[in-house]
């Protein structure tokens, strides 16, 4: 075809940068960003980040670089989302909760030329920095000490102890020039940020975004949660956890109000919900917990609806019918870091105490249920249940569980420094989650497990997640894990763990009697019953993989 | 940056023919398409348009060639939107209202190998077709004959006329498979349309979009519009005109209802909007005439609002008033072919009687109109006032004229077969719209008119529209269009047309004085003005350029 031409005119690279610049000139007077007594305009907030690039650049940072922030829901904090990459970085933002030792693993994975970090955390960053030389002189002979910059004031004692740079965040910020030209990616496949998985299955990998993913999945998350009215975002769910969900650069392409906090309560989010009518917050499940089970004192009446959007095991009826009654609207989403967060709407698993949910949902909410399950973002091209060997897609019968696979722009670029493991992420062309689940006659899909939790009875695949939504049901169940112990017999046999309800009693032939009638395959009922606290990890996920080790070294029956 | 990895499981071509795809297995069951008695769901819908593609690739289409489509809004040319493009080609739909020659022309430089017509058109372009070699031999030397597929049957007696070779839609349809593998574009950049300007400035242009474009054009419309609750959609926009404006596309992506017409009248779209609950509809400002002046009997109340998206000349107070009472929703938007439909949203001109509008409007509309004034498109870059030779920003003071310049992926590919005209069109890295207008002291931009349209008195650059507003208050005028008149001391003049309501006497005298009292600047008062019918073009543009040799062919003061 001739006459066409590709130039600036019409095409440039995607970047979420862009909606910055848009929201300076669209929604210029309106609120971007609201923090205790701070209160900015995106005029302003767009001037800050042209800064802060313009800083960066003074601080000869330029493209390839990494620049890592360990900060909580600070403003700082979503500036250096846009500012990093505006200088033509790339941004890690770092769990707030790292030890010592994971900090210092991840620093010499990312080596950045830069450090930003709130003032809570700057001794333990520059500690780690410090004895980072003596620790692992072997992975950095060509290793500079990066820039720390502080985010509030660092107090003096604190400082002394520090022999790295030290800057402070607004005087860094204030030696740029507000027009700073924006550096442009210069391919839109470049990553934004580098995002850490939660390491529930050993270290936490390295996950890069690129800017053309960044791009599509804010847009395919505006869509999926309808969010068009100038929503209010209180910033419950942690930038560091896949930028936010990409809501970082979703409320800029939006024009909204960004309410930050440092710490999540109930009684912060009730109070930010009636002082700032906030219209959108999301997180982990426990984040209804929170809710629920705070004081009736903390609870206050909502303005009016809010939409809670929550990724990770679904919550249990009573914490949902709970925190449904008090006024919020939930929606359940499944993701992973992988995916930039959440990728697919659901699932609402289809055991009993979900379908219990959903009889008593009102006519008009089942609706709204059934038409977006299954439902993957626009932005993601395809979702489906394959056999992990064969590739082919399991059938739409409900039972056959195969992997959950998915492909499309808004998946990660890859595995920062370590291309076996992409290309394992990536092999036959698909992304591998990991995740199993099957496929429903109507083509929707629902997750069943983690590929490494299920159960091989014979050659039944069985998921944990089924057998535990059965325990969870009874009533003096507080919290309880399958995990499949090995047997000479069957290969695999499920065993429970389980933790009861305060001052609740119970044992072994209880539980197994109870699974026995609720289940549909006797292969399904636990062979053991153990009880006690369940080991977690740092971000509240059952360590099965712990229980698995104590199932495989016990006998049958707990003591 | 090493580990990443660019692959089918993270990289896939930007094309909205995925929405097509995915409302298949997220939306199945829902309804499509509604015309008539004729219903189908996503899931048919999907499986219609993979076996038109097979049946495509049976008959030799692929990657390069261009399908032509001369029909209504018929679920035929929906299909076509789709079918095309997975089969590897280029879809062009034409204006229905071409004629022979006009239409002789446009295949010329199209060189379709297939062209689908609607029976209603089936002789004028066989007869195209048959009389193209003789006429234009010249152009024809390498061309062969295009295959005629008819959408509904053509009468005996016609199809004898015809010595090209003529198949049926469904007939054709129904030989492909439905299970055939979807072409993805070699290169997102590459055409996946063409589209032919309205041609108000001599002969239409090849307008081509690329499947990026199409697909990022059609995301930013449903946020744009806020379409997120499955919409229902009436197509009373052609969609030979840029696509429907993307829509074709989008509501895919939103799993909507397209109600398809053959034809447009203010009863159809009240009967439409009783029955099937329309949501939205869209095209220029004369449909709102069209409904504000239909008989009582044919108005019914809406059940619900109703959004009206309208493109082109804003329509009067009066109008605009009447079709808010009724019920709709009307949103303004500025858009052309080469940027795929509505590009900014407003512009809300700040003449005199608009001003009045929105001093009428109430507290929550005005603040809805105002920040949304000036807004463009999320997935367009940028739309700025330049001068058009510096290419410097016109200061942002309201009153300084300059040409409207926009930039990014939702821009044409480039006008087909004219590589020179392309490149004038985007020198300097922007797309020149050769539209005038300023940029208000709040950031806000607000158009005026055409380039070639205003009038240069001495240094100064006047916009017709504005006099045009003021000659349009004016109680006893139906329509009124301004030109530049030559002179010899001030370099151009305006010169009036003006139409008068029915039953209505005026004189020069009068209309001057009128202007005179509410234009801010002498030099904006029409120095002559002449009465009668205005010449319009088959889009219903007034036909300024006639004007203006009719304005220096004559003296000053019309007979």
Redesign the interface.
């Known amino acids: ?12 690279p ?1 970047t979420p940068t ?2 910055l ?2 929201a300076a ?6 609120t971007s960003i609201i923090y205790g007594d701070t209160r900015y305009t995106w005029r302003q907030t767009h001037e800050r980040c042209l800064k802060l690039a313009s800083a960066l650049t003074r601080l000869k940072i330029s493209r ?1 670089d990494i620049v890592a922030a360990m900060a909580p829901n600070v403003p700082a904090l979503y500036e250096l989302h846009f500012a990093v990459p505006m200088a033509g970085a ?1 941004l890690s933002a770092l769990n707030v909760s790292l030890d010592e030792h994971a900090l210092t693993i991840i620093l010499n994975r990312l080596q950045p030329k830069i450090i930003f970090v709130d003032s809570e955390f700057a001794h333990l960053v520059s500690k780690v920095i410090n004895d980072k030389n003596n620790t692992h002189p072997q992975e950095n002979h060509h290793d500079h000490k990066p820039l720390l910059v502080t985010i509030h004031a660092v107090s003096p004692d604190r400082q002394t102890q520090c022999d790295v740079e030290v800057r402070e965040y607004e005087q860094t910020l204030a030696t740029g020039e507000s027009d700073f030209q924006a550096v442009i990616p210069a391919d839109e ?3 934004i940020s580098v995002n850490f998985t939660s390491g529930s299955t050993g270290m936490p990998k390295a996950v ?1 975004y690129s800017h053309r ?1 960044a791009y599509l999945n804010s ?1 395919g998350l ?2 999926r949660y ?1 969010m ?3 929503p209010v975002f209180l910033w419950t769910v942690d930038m560091f956890r896949c930028n936010g969900w990409c809501f970082v650069w979703a409320m800029a ?1 939006l024009g909204g109000i960004n309410v930050c906090i440092r710490n999540v309560s109930a009684k912060i989010i009730f109070e930010s919900i009636q002082l700032h009518k906030v219209t959108h917050f999301c997180g982990k499940p426990t984040i209804l917990n929170m809710i629920a089970e705070s004081p009736p004192a903390d609870q206050k009446p909502l303005p009016s609806a809010v939409d809670v959007i929550i990724a990770g095991p679904f919550p249990t009826t009573c914490i949902l019918k709970r925190v449904q009654e008090l006024g919020f609207n939930i929606i359940h989403g499944y993701g992973m870091t992988e995916a930039l967060g959440p990728a697919l709407i659901g699932p609402w698993r289809s055991s009993q105490h979900h379908h219990h949910d959903r009889d008593d949902a009102d006519a008009n909410d089942d609706h709204n249920l059934k ?1 977006r399950e ?3 973002n ?2 993601l ?2 979702a489906d249940v394959k056999d992990p060997t064969t590739m082919r897609s399991v059938p739409s019968d409900g039972e056959t569980i195969g992997e959950l696979m ?4 808004t ?9 076996e ?3 394992e ?2 092999s036959g ?3 591998r989650t990991g995740d199993v689940g099957v496929r429903h006659t ?2 929707c899909i629902e997750m069943k497990d983690r590929a490494r939790d299920v159960i091989v009875f014979g050659k039944e695949v069985i998921s944990t997640l089924d057998i535990e939504a059965v325990l969870l049901s009874h009533p003096k169940v507080e919290e309880a894990a399958v995990v499949a112990q090995n047997d000479v017999v069957a290969g695999q046999i499920p065993c429970a763990y389980v933790k009861l309800k305060e001052g609740r009693c119970s044992n072994a032939e209880e539980i197994v009697e109870f699974c026995t009638e609720r289940l549909q395959k006797a292969a399904m009922v636990p062979k053991s019953v153990c009880f006690g606290d369940l080991p977690m990890n740092s971000t509240g996920k059952v360590q099965k993989s712990v229980l698995r080790e104590r199932a495989n070294a016990m006998g049958k029956l707990c003591p």
Chains 1, 2 share one sequence.
């Open positions: 075809m001739e006459g066409l031409l590709r130039c600036s005119a019409n095409y440039v995607l862009s909606f610049e848009r000139s669209v929604y210029g007077d309106k390839g790339t496949c470049d990553p890069a993913a847009l505006i869509l309808e068009g009215k100038l392409a038409c299954g439902l993957h626009i932005t091209e395809a998915l492909q499309g722009n998946l990660m670029a890859g595995y920062l420094g370590d291309l493991a992409t290309q992420a990536f062309g698909w992304f109507d083509g």
